[in-house]
């Protein structure tokens, strides 16, 4: 079984000059109270989120891993829903820990 069919294990994309621009914004304007606390709210929930899907990987013993691929892959679409600008954010905290994951669960190399 290759491993390159799965979603979850194609190479992040990196962040183009368009994004820093974005970035640079973002500096520009602080936050309203308001704003940081929907934001703690969006990172608590993303937490919430990657480690449910982390614990039924590891703990469903009937999960496949076409299912358990795909569940990975909707976690970070979800979690580019929630922060759109945040691409490389999500692959340096998650993206790793949900690859080695699924090594360990199916044996992959």
């Given amino acids: ?15 183009s000059a368009s994004d820093n621009s974005s970035a640079d914004k973002d500096r520009e304007s602080p936050q309203s109270p308001q704003e940081l606390k929907e934001e703690s709210r ?23 891993v076409e299912e358990a691929s795909e569940m ?10 929630m922060f759109p600008d945040k691409e490389l954010a999500f692959n340096l905290i998650y993206w790793s820990r949900l690859q080695r994951l699924m090594r360990e669960r199916y044996r992959m190399q």
């Fill in 1 to 15: 079984m290759g491993l390159t069919g799965f979603e979850w294990e194609r190479p992040p994309q990196t962040a």
């Fill in 42 to 64: 969006k990172i608590r929930r993303l937490q919430m989120v990657v480690n449910m899907v982390m614990q039924v990987i590891l703990q469903d013993p009937n999960l496949t």
């Fill in 72 to 81: 990975v892959a909707d976690t970070r679409r979800a979690a580019l829903a």
